[in-house]
């Protein structure tokens, strides 16, 4: 090798030490990539425990259903819920108390979904609603 090119090479290695360094880095941070937590380090949320299906009547006013606090698990969840025939009976939520109210004969799935940066989670039950026996009914 000549004396040039010793030196040509010389100048090379700290471009190519420092560019190979850029790429294990690269790869380094590409392999952390995404955990599907949306960067935020928490976990998704998870269903802990079914809701059983109801039974209500249609005169008897709202129903607190179920603490979502406690069917779902994880981290800064907040909880949208919903039913599937808002005429029969309508869902709502309240610090994560889930209430539901009959409305009027029928059946409807309510269903409920919670949610935090990393995901969300979902779950169901079914309400059959009643209407009330008329006065003097035997």
Same mark, same amino acid.
Request: with cysteine; net charge negative.
């Given at each position: ?11 090379? *290695?700290?471009?190519? @030490?420092?560019?190979?360094? @850029? ?44 603490? *979502? ?6 981290? +800064? ?27 009027? @004969? ?9 949610? +935090? ?12 609603? +009643? *209407? ?7």
């Amino acid at each position: 090798m000549t004396h040039s090119a010793v030196q040509y090479t010389r100048s090379l *290695l700290p471009r190519v @030490g420092t560019l190979l360094l @850029g790429l294990a880095l690269v790869v380094s941070l590409s392999a952390c990539g995404d955990d599907d937590d949306g960067g935020s380090g928490m976990n998704a949320p998870t269903v802990e425990q079914s809701i059983s299906d109801q039974s209500a009547t249609a005169d008897q006013g709202a129903v607190e259903v179920a603490d *979502l606090n406690s069917v779902f698990s994880g981290e +800064n969840l907040s909880f949208q819920v919903s039913s599937s025939d808002s005429e029969v009976a309508s869902a709502s939520v309240d610090a994560g108390t889930l209430t539901v109210t009959p409305q009027d @004969g029928g059946t409807a799935t309510i269903s409920a979904v919670a949610t +935090n940066d990393a995901g969300e989670a979902s779950t169901s039950f079914g309400i059959t609603v +009643n *209407l009330p026996e008329a006065p003097g009914s035997p």
